[in-house]
T-cell receptor
């Protein structure tokens, strides 16, 4: 079945690291994605990870994948106020072609 | 390069009225998606097109929703008649090509926020 779960809210201080967690259910997903949504805007792809990798780093972003536990995390180093947004985790189960199944999103609030 | 364009950005209608949303995908993108995003939720796929063919419409409520993508470029999504529960943001996205096993970066438009009174 399809089910992606995320914590609802995270609050951090500017300059700290943020870690947003996600669990998914379908082990057939070849890629797992992180999207960012700012108020009134569409979703923007931040990064993605191939399922045979356990880590991917891209500037301030680090994605960790634990395939055994079906757990995905996004770490944002040196979090800035501009990082305040909603972050969505998404899986793409093979049986559904390239359909993305999104979690409900995690609201990240960065306090200055 | 222009992104995915959607119009209108906002629409307020009374229940039982019809409504239509329009999407212009990124030039050259064969695959087009319509999603519905309810408040506090992630987007849920309504329909996916490969060129002009609807290849996945299993989540589209066909009694009141319809979509078309004539000529494989622009697309419209229609609701007739609208119900209170249709209030949501309707997002359009496009991607270069939909291939199983290949990273599927989808580019999203800003969405149309529909309010049904």
């Amino acid at each position: 079945g399809e089910d992606v779960e995320q914590s609802l809210f995270l609050s951090v201080r500017e300059g700290d690291s943020s870690v947003i967690n996600c669990t998914y259910t379908d082990s057939s997903s070849t890629y797992l994605y992180w999207y960012k949504q700012e108020p009134g805007a569409g979703l923007q792809l931040l990064t993605y990870i191939f399922s045979n990798m356990d880590m991917k780093q891209d500037q301030r972003l680090t994605v960790l994948l634990n395939k055994k536990d079906k757990h995905l995390s996004l770490r944002i180093a040196d979090t800035q106020t501009g990082d305040s947004a909603i972050y969505f985790c998404a899986e793409s189960p093979l049986e559904y072609g390239n359909k993305l199944v999104f979690g409900a999103g995690t609201i990240l609030r960065v306090k200055s | 390069e222009a992104g995915v364009v959607q119009s209108p950005r906002y629409k307020i209608i009374e229940k039982k009225q019809p409504v239509a949303f329009w999407c212009n995908p990124i030039s050259g993108h064969n695959t087009l998606y319509w999603y519905r995003q309810n408040l506090g939720q992630g987007p849920e796929l309504l329909i996916r097109y490969e060129n002009e063919e609807a290849v996945d419409d299993s989540q589209l409520p066909k009694d009141r929703f319809s979509a078309e993508r004539l000529k494989g470029v622009d697309s419209t999504l229609k609701i007739q008649p609208a119900e209170l529960g249709d209030s949501a943001v309707y997002l359009c996205a496009s991607s270069p090509r939909s291939l199983a096993g290949v990273s599927n970066e989808q580019f999203f438009g800003p969405g149309t926020r529909l309010t049904v009174l």
